[in-house]
């Protein structure tokens, strides 16, 4: 059970051009979904906090317009990267939390690698 | 502020067992987790401690001192699949996890 998925795996695009990532719990309902941003051989940096129905709590530095957030259901959120860049370019990763236990595990979507060029 | 610290990078013999060590600081405390990480995946959970104490599971342990701020991961028997970065994340005030740069685990034959 506890499983995530994302969708695409990996996405190639131009520069200018926007791009929407889907993350899914597929076993269990959501009720807070996270997104993070990896850069090689860094950590998992936090960009924003969305839960179903209301809008996402973006992190400082995070830009809102940029970064499209919309959590629609309890089993689907999605990252839209607006106008994105090359220096957009990363591995995204979601987690979704079912917040049914005491300590709020997050179970992770496998990423989504973006290289824009 | 807050903060997590962990060795950047670690080496250990197949067979062997290494100690990862993790010191925190927090607002508030809920609890700190361990994860694996392999290149180009994402993070699967190791680990959750919140109370003091070592918890045990198969060839890897979790240990967690609350005063002093400190955690470690142990791998025992450790195979040429553990190697991998492993992230140490506590859980602050807010349920909202602070995350380590993680350390890479190196395992030679």
């Known amino acids: 059970g506890a499983v995530v998925s994302q969708h695409p795996s990996w996405v190639i695009c131009k520069s200018g051009t926007s791009v929407k990532i889907e993350c899914r719990s597929l076993?269990?309902?959501?009720?807070?979904m996270f997104w993070y941003r990896q850069f090689p051989k860094q950590s998992l940096m936090l960009m924003a906090t969305?839960?179903?129905?209301?809008?996402?709590?973006?992190e400082q530095g995070v830009e809102k317009d940029k970064f499209l957030i919309n959590h629609a259901s309890l089993t689907l959120s999605t990252l839209t990267v607006t106008s994105a860049h090359p220096e957009d370019s990363s591995f995204y990763i979601c987690s979704a939390t079912p917040g049914t236990t005491s300590y709020n595990e997050q179970f992770f979507g496998p990423g989504t690698r973006l290289t824009v060029l | 502020g807050q903060n997590i610290d962990q060795p950047t990078e670690m080496t250990a013999t197949e067979g062997a067992i290494v100690q990862i060590n993790c010191t925190y600081q927090t607002s508030g405390f809920n609890g700190l987790f361990w994860y694996q990480q392999h290149a180009g995946e994402a993070p699967t959970f190791l680990s959750y401690?919140?109370l003091d104490g070592l918890e045990e599971k198969g060839r890897f342990s979790s240990f967690l001192s609350r005063s002093k701020g400190y955690s470690y991961l142990l791998l025992k028997e450790l195979q040429m699949k553990d190697s991998a970065s492993y992230l140490c994340?506590?859980?602050?005030?807010?349920?909202?996890?602070?995350w380590g740069a993680g350390t890479k685990l190196i395992i030679k034959p």
């Open positions: 076993d269990f309902q959501a009720t807070t």
């Open positions: 994340a506590a859980m602050d005030s807010n349920y909202q996890l602070i």
């Open positions: 969305s839960n179903e129905g209301s809008k996402a709590t973006y």
């Open positions: 401690n919140v």
